[in-house]
């Protein structure tokens, strides 16, 4: 399974992607005066044998990284913005994505967000 279904692409338009363009969550910037805000520790995978794939749009996240220890509790300490149900900002990896918890879909994607 390649965790994608070609057949059933969503409409995104719920998830509005535009806050890419709002100053108040440019991350890029802050990242770069505040290096240890994204260096939050060592990073575990759910389980051993786990690899990374980098995960697009329209992919589905295992539910083993429904954890709280994945999750990004405060989005805003990282220029994220908030997130109302059903989507959560999830660490994964070095990346970061927004989950549709209720299936588990990826609604959008910051790649290397973590150093």
């Given amino acids: ?10 409409d995104y338009r719920r998830w509005d992607r535009g806050w890419r363009s709002n100053r108040s969550y440019n991350w890029v910037d802050y990242r770069r005066a505040n290096h240890f805000v ?5 990073y575990y995978a759910p389980y051993r044998s786990h690899r990374y794939n ?19 509790s405060d989005p805003y300490t ?11 900002w999830v660490r994964y990896y070095d990346d ?9 879909e990826v609604v959008d994607t910051i790649y290397d967000f973590f150093w």
């Fill in 54 to 72: 980098r995960l697009q749009i329209g992919f589905f996240l295992h539910s083993a990284f429904y954890q709280p220890r994945f999750y990004i």
């Fill in 96 to 104: 970061v994505l927004l989950v549709d918890m209720a299936t588990g």
């Fill in 38 to 42: 994204y260096r939050p520790g060592a």
């Fill in 1 to 10: 399974r390649n965790n994608y279904r070609d057949s059933d692409r969503r």
């Fill in 78 to 88: 990282y220029r994220l913005p908030p997130t109302y149900a059903p989507y959560q």
